[in-house]
Structure formats: structure tokens, C-alpha cells
């Protein structure tokens, strides 16, 4: 309890520290852009909230893939660029459950992230741990090699042709204010947050949390002191790509699958990182909901703008492709280290 008040004190002051140690030019962007979200909401209340809707549940899940790479970064120092293939396999094995063998979406729940995280275990033990210890692009290199090679093995089993299956009960519409949600991303949302409160009380208020931080600082003493860190690290590893997993589950259900969606995705969680802070898990969490909600909100956003000032040229369709771009961008002008980026994983 004492390390994690501790972690929120210091996390508060660093916050409030950053805003007060702001300048005048940035302090007034945010207040045109706090005008700005607020016009948005007058202009189109319906519209902002089911955008917003849709952009934390898109964000839950870059949060759920993120946190597993960062784990595996953070705490391994391994660049697992086939973390975006966890995700597109852990789809396609919930698409083998539920629309194949006809079990229930709950099964696929339970299947698909344990398949994907025994999968992630083969690749480590037998491939990345020989690497440890070697340069950096190393397992980089590996890594994007295994994602090819899974990505070309699902579009030869199942085509490539996007594909889908039943979320059950979660289908029904949900009301929800001004607007009406999707069961799936309710549901979505709360595996998510979940899935934040387990890896972080894993990590900070349990032995192998501890060992595991141990391992990271001094691996020769930690062993010495009896710490299996071989077997910690691939269950380290199995965690990861079994959260991996999970989101391609929901995320499949939600909007379908196609063996590219690993690839877009592993683009945008390395943002995230970025965005948040490379091994930091706050980061991972708050890089994952700004740059989802962004995405979504933007549009909408340059829609109102447009529409309240009689000039439609700045309303841009595709500005939702690069809006995670452009917040790097700025949040690097502004932090080059990223949000919440420092030496170490916890904060």
C-alpha cells in the first residue's frame, strides 16, 4: 500500500509540477483547445458523445496491446515487433471458436488469449532467449521475421477476405446518455480496465512483480538469491502475449478481423509508447486513451469548426490517419521523453 501511495503522490506532483512549469505559449493552446472540444459539444452533442464513446473503447484496446509490449520492453528490453501478430492471431483463433467449431463467445474469451500467450512462450523460450544479451536489433529483426511468417500463415488458412463473428449477448445496444452503445464496447471497456488493475497489482504488490523488477536491476543477485528468472520472464512473456490476444478477441468481435490488422496496430501502439513514455506503464495507459479518443474526436472537431465558421475546406475526412502523428509531434516538442517517460518501469 505504502509503495503505491507513494507512486500516486509522486505522480501528482510531477503533473502538477509540469503545468506549472508550462509556458505561456503552451498554456494557451490547451485553453484554445479546451474552447474548442467545448464548441464540439454544443455544435454536436449526439455526434461528440458517440465519437468519444468510440474513441476510449479504441483506446482501451491500443491500452490492452501496449501494455503487454511494454512489459515485454520495459521489463525484458525486447523490441517485439510481432506483437501486433498476437493480437491478429488471437482474432482469428476467437473466428476458429465461435464461427467454426460453433462454442459460445465466452469460450473464445478464455481459449484465445491462453493459445496466443502458450504461442508467445514457444517463440521465447525457443527463439528470443537465445538473443538476450545481444544487440537490440536482433531481436527486433527476429520479431518482425515471426510476424511475417504468422500473418502469411493465417491469410493461407483462412484467405484473406475479412471475416467476423457473434459477441452473443454483447451485440445488444446499450443507451447511454445522449446516445446508444454497443454491448461489445461496454463490455470492451471493462475487460480493459480490469486487465489495467490486474498487471498493475501484479507487478507492484506481488512476489513475482518484485522479483521480476529485481531481475531487471540485478540479474546475478536476484538469481543468487534463489529467483528462477529464466521461467519468470517467460511467464512474463506468456502474460503479455495472452493480453495481446485478448484485445484481438474483442477487437474481432466489435469490427471483424483481416490478417493486416496486426500490422496497423503494432504502428500505433509503438506511438503510444512513444507518446507515454518508453517502459513506463502510466504512460502506456494514458499514450493508449489519448491517442484513441484523438483519433475519433478530431474529425468531429474539425466538422463543428467548420460548419460554426461557413468554411467546409476545414473539414479534412481522412485527418484521422494521421492525428496520432500529429500528437506525437506535439507531445515531443513538448516532453521529448514522452509524457510520463523516465528511467524504469513504475512511476
Known amino acids: 500500500m505504502a509503495s503505491t501511495t507513494l507512486a500516486g503522490k509522486r505522480w501528482t506532483e510531477r503533473t502538477v509540477a509540469t503545468i506549472t512549469g508550462m509556458n505561456t505559449v503552451w498554456k494557451v493552446m490547451y485553453l484554445l483547445l479546451g474552447l474548442w472540444i467545448l464548441l464540439t459539444a454544443a455544435v454536436s452533442p449526439g455526434l461528440f458523445a458517440t465519437q468519444f464513446v468510440s474513441g476510449l473503447v479504441y483506446g ?20 517485439n515487433f510481432a506483437h501486433g501478430a498476437f493480437f491478429m492471431f488471437g482474432g482469428y483463433v476467437a473466428f476458429a471458436v465461435v464461427a467454426q467449431l460453433g462454442l459460445p463467445f465466452s469460450v473464445a474469451l478464455i481459449v484465445a488469449p491462453i493459445t496466443v500467450g502458450l504461442l508467445g512462450v514457444v517463440i521465447e523460450r ?17 520479431t518482425f521475421g515471426i510476424a511475417l511468417m504468422l500473418e502469411e500463415a493465417v491469410r493461407y488458412t483462412w484467405g484473406s477476405a475479412p471475416l467476423g463473428y457473434s459477441a452473443d449477448v454483447f451485440e445488444n445496444p446499450v443507451p447511454l446518455l445522449v446516445t446508444n452503445v454497443a454491448g461489445i464496447r461496454i463490455f470492451t471497456t471493462i475487460v480493459g480496465i480490469l486487465s489495467v488493475i490486474t498487471i498493475y497489482l501484479l507487478i507492484v504488490r506481488t512476489d513475482f512483480g518484485l522479483s521480476i523488477r529485481a531481475g531487471v536491476q540485478d540479474p546475478e543477485m536476484t538469481e543468487l538469491v534463489g529467483e528462477n528468472l529464466p521461467v519468470k520472464f517467460t511467464l512474463l512473456f506468456f ?5 495481446a490476444g485478448l484485445a484481438g478477441v474483442l477487437r474481432g468481435a466489435e469490427t471483424g478481423i483481416d490478417p493486416g490488422m496486426g500490422s496497423l496496430f503494432i504502428i500505433l501502439v509503438f506511438v503510444v509508447i512513444v507518446v507515454g513514455g518508453m517502459g513506463s506503464f502510466f504512460g502506456s495507459v494514458v499514450g493508449g486513451l489519448l491517442i484513441g479518443t484523438a483519433m475519433f474526436v478530431a474529425p468531429t472537431m474539425l466538422n463543428a469548426l467548420a460548419t460554426t465558421t461557413g468554411l467546409p475546406w476545414l473539414y479534412l475526412p481522412g485527418a484521422r490517419r494521421v492525428v496520432p502523428f500529429v500528437v506525437m509531434i506535439v507531445v515531443l516538442l513538448a516532453r521529448p521523453r514522452g509524457l510520463f517517460g523516465e528511467e524504469g518501469f513504475l512511476e
Not at 482501451?60 to 523490441?79: D, F
Not at 525457443?126 to 527476429?142: K, W
Not at 502474460?239 to 493480453?243: E, M, V, Y
Open 60 to 79: 482501451m484496446i491500443l491500452v490492452m496491446i501496449a501494455l503487454g509490449l511494454s512489459l515485454i520492453l520495459g521489463l525484458m528490453g525486447v523490441i
Open 126 to 142: 525457443f527463439l528470443l532467449r537465445r538473443l538476450y544479451g545481444t544487440e537490440p536489433i536482433n531481436g527486433l529483426l527476429l
Open 239 to 243: 502474460i503479455g502475449s495472452a493480453l
